[in-house]
């Protein structure tokens, strides 16, 4: 029988990965007594335990230099290059870092209840294979990948897309070699999982493998020495704090007085159905060509503060940000950043003997400033938002939308170029109308201007872009902006025909649907209908019932619809067919879509079924 045991400290943090390990040395260094608990049986998190053994982009600074520079000495220890940090020598570096500052660490244990003193958290009560443990805390950080803590606490959260569920496509990452001799890793798509079902998780484990096995039968595989033992998730809660940072918010670089650290990153979406996803990820790579645009932006204090719960901090993915913003703050440095500002926050709430919520901020950014994590010409005047032109007469330039404007022509003259989706993006954001410089450039002589002035007033909302639009959609216009999942001209014209509400290619849009061509483009198709619904003259909705039905068909015969990433890929089959049927129900074919919604009942991925689920109606409309 195991008996209660009793820890005492002064600060918790729940969650050994990226962000909490970090959180517990920063900790440490500002003086506290700290204890780690970990579920999983060593630290370290996604670079470590599921095979992301390098960094994509974030923000530097702070104490993950000095952690970076031990796990080099490690590694050189080990004698094996990397192409990014060798996982098992970052793993030993935090633990032995960690040692050093005297943090407490308890591996494999599983928090399984709460401490509370009214609406404050007082610590946990957590099992490991010997004991139970009774830990007691003034301030807990919540590190945990999908903010257990805080959901446990009964904080509010989001989790997944609007339109489905879904959340951002996981992985289970192979670790290679390459012709060199370094280790690195192949990061790729595998599905979308809902990392708090243990059911789900089970899974796609199991798909993961298969995946990697066939890429193998492909006979394309590189050198696989292992695989990674821990799921890499992208995305899971998020919890809603005292400020939720929208994507606005980042892709802007809005200030904030209470700024406490930066972030440095790209709209890091996966999910290629673009059309079961919100409109911001679908106006950045349709009508703006700018996926791989890089942003830094500021994260607010207050993000990290839960709504209700008194001394408890956020520190991972989890923090409070919408799902969009969430695509870009989830880098392995920036977590580590954040990780380090939670800690440093819950320390000076010890010393204090406040609250994390009751801390004078402008002493914390002091203290954030002095260790590196933040720069005071970040809080005088944020970097300047990084639209910035490469070529023409922009070159180089600062633009805001308020004076976005001013430069209306110049921006024109990107139209046809290699930077028009980023001239489309500041005339569509210019604050004072640019319409009296775009409307005359509906009739120039020469395509691209026509098409650049149509995007542009098509984002402001303005009907009369609706001709041009039709134009670049009839003629399949295929130029993208350059960079990774921009989607061809005729897409973003029709994404923009149906944000004005043009009802003029319904029948041609059904006669693609008819056609053969990738998941996310039906995913678009299948949005404009639904968008469009309550327009359907009758002969068109019984049209479109019929080849809603013979798609679900010709997707099911596919067995698998899958988009590629990083070699290896992500079915969207489920998702495109029951979305269909979700559009037949909608359309008043409610036997149909029940019936596709039987098909995927029994599937084995938790969204799906649900969605499925969801779908199964009786005609009459109500839940069987």
Known sequence: MRMEQELVTDVLVVGGGTAGCLAALA??????RVVLLERDDALGGVGTRAGINAYWYGSTGGIQHAVDSRCREWAEAFGVKSAGFHPDAKRAALTGMLAERGVDIRLQAIVYG???????????????????????AHVTVDATGDGDVAAGMGEAFTLGRESDGATNACSLVPRTVEPNGAIAHLNYDCGFVDPTD?????????????????????????????????????????????????????????PFPDTVMTCYSHYDLHNMDIGFEQDDYETWTTIYGQFMHMSRASIPYRCLLPRKTESLLLASRAFSVDREAGMAVRMQRDMQKLGETAGVAAAMAVREGVTPRRLDITRLQERLIERGVLSRETLREPAPVGYQFATGELHGRGLTAADAHRCARELTGYFGTAEEGKAVLWLAAAEEAVDSVLLPLLRHAEYPKRRGAAFALGARGNGAAIPVLIEVFERRDGETDDGYKNMP??????????????????????ELIAEEYPVHYYSLFLKYFETMRTKLPEPIARRLAGELRSLADRLRERETSRVTHGGLSSD?????????????????????????????????????????????????????
């Open 27 to 32: 900790a440490a260094e500002e003086g506290a």
């Open 114 to 136: 709460f401490l509370t003193d009214g609406e404050r958290i007082a610590g946990v009560m957590a099992s490991t294979p010997g004991a139970i443990w009774r830990v007691q």
């Open 198 to 254: 243990p059911w789900d998780v089970s899974v796609h484990y199991r798909i993961g493998r298969q995946r990697i096995a066939d890429l193998y039968a492909s006979g394309t595989a590189p050198r696989i020495y292992a695989v990674a033992p821990q799921l890499g998730v992208r995305e899971g809660r998020h919890i809603v704090g005292d400020y939720v940072l929208t994507w606005d918010d980042y892709a802007s670089n809005r």
């Open 489 to 510: 001209r005729w897409i973003g014209a029709l994404v923009l025909l149906r944000r004005l509400g043009c009802e003029t290619v319904m029948i041609p849009l059904l």
């Open 572 to 624: 969207y089959t489920p998702y495109a067919a029951l979305h269909a049927a979700k559009l037949l129900n909608e359309i008043g074919d409610d036997a149909s879509g029940a019936a596709i919604g039987c098909q995927y009942a029994n599937h084995e991925s938790a969204f799906v079924r649900r969605l499925a689920q969801s779908l199964q109606l009786s005609e009459g409309g109500r839940q069987q």
